[in-house]
């Protein structure tokens, strides 16, 4: 709502457009007496205004029907009546308004001014568009599904709410030849979003830009330079599976399938890995799993069942030297670890990579020590594999172990209790 | 049954329906001297079906005109909405709201004037979803209301004018394109252009409303 003092002169952008317009009179028909139609006019029409800014506006009647004056007229602004001492008689068929330090419109489609009848009924009505130029847009990023098309979003400028409807337009062109393109699909990833869907070039770079335009100005983005082929993105990578490593109880094994778009291109590409507790939000997330289609997860608790995703980096793609952009993470694949009546460690990580927090040094000091073997003492059918299944067979001579205590303890109890030695 | 109505040319005839909608249809039918008629097969149950159809299409497009409406004034701002809101009643070219008698005429009359008003609404329609892109470009529901209430008012449209071929009653012969509209759009004053919509949607409520009603006067089990 405007503040209640008259101002200074009023700062109306444009003048008004003509009144009677044509379409009222192929729309509406002609008038008739006793219809309603426009028996006033305001002035001005449609203006647009900075926020802050000022308006003297004016409501006079047609002497429709004869003798009408201005007397008992009143404004309202949104449905709102506004402070009598706003409005003054210019003479007998005006009354004045001024408006000072206006609030952003309301609406987009425009703040409703109206001037009434003593007995309430509807002489005339502006609409009103208060607000701010657009900003800069700025944090532009864009990216390459598969290299076959182009996405970008942007931020709207620093103030963001200008109170008009603002118009963005995502412009692009070669860097160097080539006219200005515009891009026509908006709003696909966000309400700052435009998509090109094709004919876009590989090895030669765009320059891409965005500009903003409302009723009060224009602004438009720095320019952002880029080749396709540094900003590609693919798709998760299909047909994960997680599955028990026999029965090994703090490991699970989790395969998967190349990228299908681009499968022909990845030899470079990065895949990561996360996963978590079935009933727990924390993910753990395994990187650099380099350019492998499995992996397996060690330091698991037994027992309990994991969700596992997998997304990739289409890294390296024809050469290019940039990061390259992670896909979205695959759908969720769960799979339990067997159980275990001893308790288990708490971390984990991808094998032959990384390995487990708390053994990790453990088993990169035994990756070290194989290769030493395979070298100098001819043992070449040793592997993480056999280690493994001696691991297996130790849980079970462990099992068996206490099974065994459990019976010689009772064994020894029992002689305790014998006859005395 | 059977005398001549003041009023009708010859080969006109009015439908009455002194206890049954289904008893008057069968008078209907004999008068218009289908060949059909004497078949074994009788035409009634399928202008019944259609008629129960157009029913069911109008009462449907009833709900969706006032959800319009409401959607529309929502995007306007106040005052527009607001209890007690009474904009001018702009005359609208081609197109009133259905007069007082309405209801007194008989129903092919009235089904008539449905059909004319149906057939007046689709460009007004589409003058108001063009305007409205302009002042509110966000508002995509709304933009898509006012597209389907065009479509939709068409479709009733030609249903109607299927159930008044189909019960023998006269329709309108084709009216011109009013293309003046469209070319005029960008230079109404933005108050008057909000108006206007409000009184398209309004209009549209109205008829679809109106046509309901109307044929609900023929629908099996509709009021004597």
Redesign the interface.
Known sequence: MPAGRPGPAAQSARRPPPLLPLLLLCVLGAPQAGSGADTAVISPQDPTLLIGSSLQATCSVHGDPPGATAEGLYWTLNGHRLPPELSRMLNASTLALALANLNGSRQQSGDNLVCHARDGSILAGSCLYVGLPPEKPFNISCWSKNMKDLTCRWTPGARGETFLHTNYSLKYKLRWYGQDNTCEEYHTVGPHSCHIPKDLALFTPYEIWVEATNRLGSARSDVLTLDILDVVTTDPPPEVHVSRVGGLEDQLSVRWVSPPALKDFLFQAKYQIRYRVEDSVDWKVVDDVSNQTSCRLAGLKPGTVYFVQVRCNPFGIYGSKKAGIWSEWSHPTAASTPRSERPGPGGGACEPRGGEPSSGPVRRELKQFLGWLKKHAYCSNLSFRLYDQWRAWMQKSHKTRNQDEGILSSGRRGAARGPAR | MGQNLPGLKGGEFRVELPGSGRASLEEVVKKQGDPQADSSISPLPHLESKIQQTHSLARLLTKYAEQLLQEYVQ??????G?PG?????????DLSAPAPGHAGLPVPERLRLDEAALAALPP?LD?VRRRQAE????ALRLLRRLEDAARQARALGAAVEAVLAALGAETRGPRPE?A??A???V??????????GLRVCGLYREWVSRTEADLGQLAPGGPA
Request: hydrophobic share 50%.
């Open positions: 995007h306007q701002g106040d005052p527009f607001l809101f009474s904009p001018p009643r702009l005359p609208v070219a007004l003058v002042l509110n470009p966000r009013p003046a509209i070319a005029a759009t230079t109404a004053g933005v108050f008057p252009a909000k108006v206007l």
